[in-house]
C-alpha cells in the first residue's frame, strides 16, 4: 500500500498507527459486537471514550482545574459567533486582531452580535507578518481580545502571547497541541479538530470555568457553553466517532513523549522547509516575515504562475499532495502538522531542490 505525503492544510494526515488502530477495532469495539460509530453515546463504553479523551487532552496540555474541556460541533467557524453571543455584553466590546481570513471571519460574525474593535491588524500587508504586542490598542471596556495563533492561510504564527488586562481568546485551530502552552494565559481556547486532533467533526473548547456565568440563559440550549460544561458535552448525542479519533491521536502524542517532544520535532521539520526556502537564492521566497513564520503551515511562492502550476503537478506525480496555497493567496503551502512526519518533509526539500534545479 502506498501512502501520499499529505500536506493538506486540513483535514490532513493522520498518523499511521491510529488509522490502523480504528480499522482493527471497527467491527468489534472492545468485544461489544460492534463499531465504536455503533454504541450508544449512553453507554459505559463510549463513556470511556469520551472520559479518556477529556483526561488525556488534560493531561497532554496541562490544563489546569480552573478550566473545562467541551466537545462541541460546528467547527471553529461556529465559535466565531459562540464567542461573542456567550461573552459579548452590552456596553462591552470585543477586541479583534486582524491576522489572516480566519480572523477576519471572527470578526465578522462578532459584529453581529455586539459592538468590536480592530485592536492591531497585518491586512494592509498582505497579512505578511503578527502585529508586535506593544501595538495592540485595546479599546475600553473590552469584554475579551481574541486573536489566531496561528494563521493557517497566511504562514505566520503567534510566538508570544499578549499579556492583557482583558480576557485572552485563541482560534488555536491550526497549532493546538504542536506545541507547548501556559493555558492558564487564556480565558477560552478553540479549534476545529481536523489539523492536529483528528478528523473534523468535533470542535474542542477550553474555557475558564467563571466565564460560564456569562452566558445568558436566554440563549439557544445548544449555543450556551455552559449546556456543554454541565452535561460533560454529552447533552445530546456527540460525534462519537470523532471523539473516539480524537483520544486515538491523544494516546500516539502520548507516545510519542507529549507535547515537548512534538514541539521539537515540529520545530525541526519547520527549520529544515524554511532553510530549503532561504537557500534558494531567491527562487523559493516565503509569504511570512523571518519572526513570524508558522511552524504548521509554510507558505511561500516560486517566481511566477507557470512555474508554480508545473512545480504542483510534478510534485503530485512524486506522491507530495495538498501543496498549492489557500485559494485567496495563491503560490504554495506545506502543512506540516503533528501527523506529518520528519521524514515527509525530507522528501519535500529534495524535491523542491531538484525541481529548481531542472528548471534554472
Ligand atoms: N480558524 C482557522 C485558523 C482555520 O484554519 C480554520 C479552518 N481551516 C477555521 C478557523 C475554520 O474551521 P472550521 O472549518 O472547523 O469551521
Same mark, same amino acid.
Given at each position: ?21 480504528a480499522q482493527e477495532e471497527l467491527l468489534?469495539f ?5 463499531s ?174 467563571? +466565564? $460560564?456565568?456569562?452566558?445568558? %440563559? ?12 454541565? !452535561? =460533560? #458535552? ?37 527549520? +529544515? $522547509?524554511?532553510?530549503?526556502? %532561504? ?12 519572526? !513570524? =513564520? #508558522? ?66
Amino acid at each position: 500500500m502506498k501512502r501520499a505525503y499529505n500536506f493538506n492544510a486540513g483535514p490532513s494526515s493522520l498518523p499511521l498507527s491510529v488509522l490502523k488502530r480504528a480499522q482493527e477495532e471497527l467491527l468489534n469495539f472492545q468485544n461489544t459486537g460492534m463499531s465504536v460509530m455503533e454504541l450508544s453515546h449512553r453507554s459505559k463504553e463510549y463513556d470511556a471514550v469520551h472520559n479518556r479523551a477529556q483526561t488525556l487532552l488534560r493531561k497532554l496540555m496541562n490544563v489546569p482545574e480552573t478550566h473545562d474541556i467541551l466537545f462541541l460541533q460546528g467547527g471553529a467557524s461556529l465559535q466565531f459567533s459562540m464567542v461573542p453571543m456567550n461573552l459579548l455584553h452590552e456596553g462591552e466590546v470585543g477586541n479583534y486582531v486582524l491576522t489572516d481570513s480566519w480572523s477576519d471571519k471572527a470578526l465578522k460574525e462578532a459584529k453581529k452580535v455586539g459592538k468590536t474593535h480592530v485592536a492591531a491588524s497585518s491586512k494592509e500587508d498582505r497579512y505578511k507578518y503578527i502585529p508586535k504586542i506593544d501595538d495592540i490598542r485595546l479599546s475600553d471596556h473590552a469584554a475579551y481580545l481574541h486573536i489566531t495563533s496561528n494563521n493557517t492561510i497566511a504562514g505566520t504564527q503567534w510566538h508570544e502571547f499578549p499579556n492583557v488586562v482583558t480576557n485572552l481568546i485563541a482560534d488555536m485551530s491550526s497549532d493546538i497541541l504542536s506545541r507547548e502552552i501556559d493555558v492558564e494565559k487564556f480565558a477560552l481556547i478553540y479549534a476545529g479538530a481536523q489539523k492536529n486532533l483528528g478528523p473534523s467533526g468535533v470542535t474542542v473548547v477550553i474555557i475558564r470555568k467563571d +466565564l $460560564l456565568e456569562k452566558s445568558s %440563559d436566554s440563549l439557544p440550549t445548544m449555543l450556551n457553553y455552559k449546556t456543554y460544561s454541565e !452535561s =460533560r #458535552s454529552l447533552y445530546n448525542t456527540p460525534p462519537t466517532f470523532a471523539i473516539y479519533m480524537l483520544s486515538l491521536v491523544l494516546e500516539w502524542v502520548e507516545e510519542q513523549g507529549g507535547v515537548k517532544a512534538i514541539e521539537k520535532r515540529n520545530r525541526e521539520k519547520a527549520a +529544515l $522547509l524554511y532553510n530549503c526556502i %532561504d537557500e534558494s537564492d531567491g527562487f523559493y521566497r516565503a509569504h511570512a516575515e523571518k519572526g !513570524s =513564520r #508558522s511552524f504548521m503551515n509554510v507558505t511561500f511562492t516560486l517566481p511566477n504562475e507557470e512555474l508554480t502550476k508545473k512545480f504542483l503537478t510534478e510534485a503530485k506525480e512524486r506522491g507530495l499532495i495538498g501543496l498549492a496555497g489557500h485559494r485567496s493567496v495563491g503560490g504554495c503551502r506545506a502543512s506540516i502538522y503533528n501527523a506529518v512526519d520528519y521524514e515527509a518533509c525530507e522528501v519535500l526539500v529534495d524535491f523542491m531542490q531538484k525541481f529548481k534545479k531542472n528548471v534554472s
